[in-house]
Antibody, heavy 125, light 109 residues
């Protein structure tokens, strides 16, 4: 059974970088049938997919247009985890951030399961 | 701009009743990418339906998904107390990527 455990700070100052980690158990981050995603949820924006990383003979990353210029998702194969780094945050980035797996196969179809427990990140000085 | 619309926004029903939730896309989408999620307060969303009609592990057969093109439906045949939650549909188009609908809240009448 795949489980995801998130960690990271709950408070970030405006203009700084938001960093979160998602540790994977029960699967390999390098699996050829899985993709690893970050999703956030806020009252104003609802559920918003941010991006993903996955391995298919090489590493791929896809990012939502809304955050593409500010977002980096990196795999860490040595620790079987992946990270989110969102630069130049503003109060509009305040949200609950989730990591989520997608085991739908070679071409990931966005069937997000499982999800991490969520991290409320507040952007405030 | 690709938009997913869910209706109704809130569905007030009693246990034992049938719930029919609608998800409409602004352009035709592949059924393979259509998913539904259930979210309860304080919890992460949970995958309920994938590929438009395939039920995820752990959900009983009173949940069913259908549809194609621009209109998809989630049906709960007979509501149980644990089914009162918010339900989201989700789709994928190349731009902007994966998109969630605004959700339908199923609450107790």
């Amino acid at each position: 059974q795949v489980q995801l455990q998130q960690s990271g700070p709950g408070l970030v100052k405006p203009s700084q970088t938001l960093s979160l980690t998602c540790a994977i158990s029960g699967d390999s981050i390098s699996s050829n049938s899985a993709a690893w995603n970050w999703i956030r949820q806020s009252p104003s924006r609802g559920l918003e997919w941010l991006g993903r990383t996955y391995y298919r003979s090489k590493w791929y990353n896809d990012y939502a247009v809304s955050v593409k210029s500010r977002l980096t998702i990196n795999p860490d194969t040595s620790k079987n985890q992946f990270t989110l780094q969102l630069n130049s945050v503003t109060p509009e980035d305040t949200a609950v951030y989730y990591c989520a797996g997608d085991n739908s196969g070679w071409s990931p179809l966005g069937w997000f399961d499982p999800w991490g427990q969520g991290t409320l990140v507040t952007v405030s000085s | 701009e690709f938009v997913l619309t869910q209706s109704p926004g809130t569905l007030s029903l009693s246990p034992g009743e049938r719930a029919t939730l609608s998800c409409r896309a602004s352009q035709s989408v592949s059924s393979s990418y259509l998913a539904w999620y259930q979210q309860k307060p304080g919890q992460a969303p949970r995958l309920l339906i994938y590929g438009a009609s395939r039920r995820a592990t752990g959900f009983p057969d009173r949940f069913s998904g259908s549809g194609s093109g621009t209109h998809f439906t989630l049906t709960i045949s007979r509501l149980e107390p644990e089914d009162f939650a918010v339900y989201y549909c989700q789709q994928y188009v190349s731009s902007p990527g994966f998109t969630f609908g605004p959700g339908t809240k199923v609450d107790l009448k």
